[in-house]
Each structure stands twice: as structure tokens, then as C-alpha cells.
């Protein structure tokens, strides 16, 4: 669930991705249209040399006037690819960084999904990733439910831990005068208790998962794995995004466009 402390954070921090995505959504249909203009120049073009190169085919002069026009043409085309790429990765940046922030804060994900499954394809593992990230749209475990939900386990383990109410009483005589060491639950639940406490939620998981108290805390490892699980899968989305972005504004205005990696 939300943190409620970073309610006013979160909610300025979708205001300021709605109006990027609206200004990406502007630049695209600006963009679309440069680009449906600049094909039907050059399929224009491209007639038109045709043509003259078959009417003109003994004037040297003419025909490399020709030649020039038609590299113009597919240096135009060459633009519009260019700017076709780098619209789309500005608008899978912009999807990633949201996808993060919501992931962050526990918010549901799974538009964040279906739109960057739309800008295109992606290589395997991001693709991937992307299906990890679907099965979790309802939302991801933050950091302070791991920390809740821990508290509600501890709870559980010490209760298994202490036993019936006679034998309380004895262990509270052992521990008083040194009689009795201490027994495997307490210091399972002690080496849980420091984990947590510094956040290595994923290590605790691992430990409580091997000891014979793991089913108190099936609940519990399934939200750790969960949180672990879209943690990773969001990393992989945002790299892919930055490493798309310097890739597509590095590009020469003329150079081709790259393909998709495989």
C-alpha cells in the first residue's frame, strides 16, 4: 500500500510526468506528421528521378543534377527515421521513470505496462521483464510493508518460540540464573530481527525459508520475493530506456536508424 508520508511528493510527481507525457504525445503527432510529409516528398522525388533519368539518360549534366536531388531526398527520409527514434525513446523513458516511481511507492503498474508494450519491441530480457512486472500490475510491496508485515511474522515466531505457558515459566528460570541455552527458535528469530532491522529483507526471506518455521512466513517471503522481483525487472526496463536515449540523441541526423537489439 501508498506511504501516506509521501503522499504530497507523489502526487507532484505524477502532475510533472502527466504534463511531459502530454508534451511527448504533442511532439509525437508533430513529429508523425514531419514524417508522413517527408516520405510522400521523397516517394515524390523518387518518381520524379526516375523519370527524368529515363528521358535524360545521354545528359550528363542534367542527370547529376538528378543524382543530387534524389541523395537529398533520402537524407530527408534519413531525418525522419531519426527523429521517429528518438521520439519513441523519450517516450519509453518517460514510461520507465513512472513505472519506477509507482513501483517505489506501491501504486498499481499496470499501465505503465501496457504502454511501453505498445512503443514497440524490445530485446529479450527487457521484454521479459516486462512480463514479471505485468503478473505484479495490482501493485508492489514497498519497503515499510516488508517492515509491517515482519513485525506481524516476529510475532508468530515468538509465540512458537515461547510454547505453552508452564514452559515460559521454566525458560524464564533458566534464562534468570544461566541454567538453559538458548534455543533454535529464539536464535532464528534473533538473526531475523537484525536483518530486518538493517532492511535485508531478501536475505531474511532466504534464512526463514530454510528453517523449519517457514511455514509461519510463506505470506510474508512471497511479498519479499514480489518487491525483489519488480526491483530487478524495473532496473532492467529504466537501463534499456537510458541507454536507448544516448543512443538515438547520438545519432547523426542523416545516419540511419539502429535496430531493436536483439
Request: aromatic share 4%; proline share 4%.
Given at each position: 500500500?501508498?506511504?501516506?508520508?509521501?503522499?504530497?511528493?507523489?502526487?507532484?510527481?505524477?502532475?510533472?510526468?502527466?504534463?511531459?507525457?502530454?508534451?511527448?504525445?504533442?511532439?509525437?503527432?508533430?513529429?508523425?506528421?514531419?514524417?508522413?510529409?517527408?516520405?510522400?516528398?521523397?516517394?515524390?522525388?523518387?518518381?520524379?528521378?526516375?523519370?527524368?533519368?529515363?528521358?535524360?539518360?545521354?545528359?550528363?549534366?542534367?542527370?547529376?543534377a538528378i543524382d543530387g536531388l534524389?541523395?537529398?531526398?533520402?537524407?530527408?527520409?534519413?531525418?525522419?527515421?531519426?527523429?521517429?527514434?528518438?521520439?519513441?525513446?523519450?517516450s519509453v523513458l518517460a514510461l520507465?521513470?513512472?513505472?519506477?516511481?509507482?513501483?517505489?511507492?506501491?501504486?498499481?503498474?499496470?499501465?505503465?505496462?501496457?504502454?511501453?508494450?505498445?512503443?514497440?519491441?524490445?530485446?529479450?530480457?527487457?521484454?521479459?521483464?516486462?512480463?514479471?512486472?505485468?503478473?505484479?500490475?495490482?501493485?508492489?510491496?514497498?519497503?515499510?510493508?516488508?517492515?509491517?508485515?515482519?513485525?506481524?511474522?516476529?510475532?508468530?515466531?515468538?509465540?512458537?518460540?515461547?510454547?505453552?505457558?508452564?514452559?515460559?515459566?521454566?525458560?524464564?528460570?533458566?534464562?534468570?540464573?544461566g541454567l538453559g541455552a538458548q534455543?533454535?527458535?529464539?536464535?532464528?528469530?534473533?538473526?531475523?530481527?537484525?536483518?530486518?532491522?538493517?532492511?535485508?529483507?531478501?536475505?531474511?526471506?532466504?534464512?526463514?525459508?530454510?528453517?523449519?518455521?517457514?511455514?509461519?512466513?510463506?505470506?510474508?517471503?512471497?511479498?519479499?520475493?514480489?518487491?525483489?522481483?519488480?526491483?530487478?525487472?524495473?532496473?532492467?526496463?529504466?537501463?534499456?530506456?537510458?541507454?536507448?536515449?544516448?543512443?538515438?540523441?547520438?545519432?547523426?541526423?542523416?545516419?540511419?536508424?539502429?535496430?531493436?537489439?536483439?
Amino acid at each position: 500500500m501508498p506511504d501516506p508520508t509521501k503522499a504530497p511528493e507523489i502526487v507532484a510527481r505524477r502532475a510533472a510526468e502527466q504534463m511531459l507525457t502530454t508534451r511527448l504525445a504533442v511532439y509525437d503527432q508533430r513529429i508523425q506528421a514531419m514524417a508522413g510529409s517527408l516520405d510522400s516528398v521523397h516517394a515524390d522525388l523518387a518518381h520524379a528521378v526516375a523519370a527524368l533519368r529515363a528521358s535524360t539518360a545521354e545528359n550528363a549534366a542534367l542527370s547529376g543534377a538528378i543524382d543530387g536531388l534524389s541523395q537529398r531526398a533520402d537524407r530527408l527520409q534519413s531525418t525522419s527515421a531519426v527523429l521517429a527514434t528518438r521520439t519513441r525513446a523519450t517516450s519509453v523513458l518517460a514510461l520507465a521513470v513512472g513505472l519506477r516511481r509507482n513501483v517505489d511507492a506501491g501504486m498499481p503498474i499496470g499501465a505503465e505496462c501496457v504502454a511501453l508494450k505498445a512503443t514497440g519491441v524490445f530485446p529479450g530480457p527487457v521484454d521479459h521483464a516486462l512480463q514479471e512486472l505485468t503478473r505484479l500490475s495490482a501493485g508492489v510491496p514497498t519497503m515499510r510493508d516488508l517492515g509491517e508485515a515482519f513485525d506481524v511474522l516476529q510475532a508468530r515466531l515468538a509465540l512458537r518460540s515461547s510454547g505453552t505457558p508452564s514452559s515460559r515459566s521454566l525458560m524464564r528460570l533458566e534464562s534468570l540464573f544461566g541454567l538453559g541455552a538458548q534455543s533454535q527458535d529464539d536464535v532464528l528469530l534473533e538473526h531475523l530481527r537484525a536483518l530486518a532491522t538493517e532492511g535485508r529483507f531478501s536475505e531474511a526471506a532466504k534464512v526463514l525459508e530454510a528453517s523449519d518455521a517457514a511455514y509461519l512466513g510463506t505470506d510474508w517471503i512471497a511479498m519479499v520475493r514480489a518487491r525483489a522481483t519488480a526491483v530487478i525487472a524495473t532496473q532492467i526496463v529504466l537501463t534499456h530506456a537510458l541507454q536507448s536515449m544516448d543512443a538515438a540523441y547520438a545519432m547523426n541526423d542523416e545516419a540511419p536508424a539502429p535496430k531493436p537489439a536483439e
